[in-house]
């Protein structure tokens, strides 16, 4: 029953998804501790991490339980569907941000002091669909927190050289949440919500995504040139440029069947991608 119980909670966070953001986290981790953290570094950014998107997926299921209900695509989830009550989630919610507080607490007072933040963007971006377009970018600046929040969880401060890699973080979230956001078009329309695609239609929007995602791959590039990071590096930044060749080329204006290998499959390669290949530079 617990382990039945603890996987529909898995389910309805989307658990699979934290590849995403957790491997962005030591990318900034590796590059502010010049090498290997600590092992309590990393278990405290990887408890930070996990409670942190647990409480903002969770936010997002209550505060969207709705409109979820009222489409066909999301309208099977969790909480639409009963098999997971508010209350349950809110608890799950509480004990999430609970987690997050704590290890922002164990990792620095800094750390601590910036939580609030982090949470205020959780809660924030659920509700931007429902009055503005860029509610892509506001969720792009959500999980820029990775990124940011490691780098002061080894360094105990916020310096402007791991700025260009949080850009990267942000343009890369909005450009595939863009092509997320393409399965939702018509509903968007009829529900009365904004995105992107809704505001410049499906081809304009694939442009934009594209456009996000080269922004993406020189922000990384600018990465490597401040932090002098060497050849391995450069091969990890010329296999990611691979990486989000292909995945445009999954996406088409008249054929959108392969938005969901886009979307898991190709970032969840390239996010492990850019970290991999870090942390082979910075270790050799």
Sequence with gaps: MLVERTLIYLRMIKFSHSVFALPFAFTAAVLAASGVPTLREIL???????????????????????????????ASREIPTGVVKVSEAVVFVLLSLALFVYSAYKLNPLCLKLSPVAIFFFIFY???????????????????????????????????EILPLALAVIFWLAGFDILYALQDYEFDRKAGLQSIPRRFGIRRSLW????????????????????????????????????????????????????????????????????????????L
């Design 44 to 74: 405290w950014i990887t408890l930070a991490m996990v409670g942190g998107r647990s409480a903002a997926m969770g936010l997002n299921r209550i505060i969207d339980r709705k409109i979820d209900a009222m489409n066909p695509r999301t």
């Design 126 to 160: 659920p509700y931007t669909k429902r009055f503005t377009w860029l509610s892509h970018i506001v969720l792009g600046i959500a999980i820029s927190g990775a990124p940011i929040g490691a780098w002061i969880a080894i360094k105990g401060e916020f310096n402007f």
């Design 208 to 283: 934009l995504s594209r456009a996000f995602h080269l922004f993406t791959w020189l922000l990384l590039v600018l990465t490597g040139r401040i932090f002098g990071l060497g050849v391995f590096y450069y091969i990890g930044i010329i296999i990611t440029a691979g990486l989000l060749l292909y995945e445009h080329s999954l996406v088409k204006e008249d054929d959108l069947s392969k938005l969901d290998i886009a979307f898991f499959n190709m970032n969840g390669y390239i996010s492990i991608t850019v970290f991999f290949f870090t942390f082979l530079d910075i270790l």
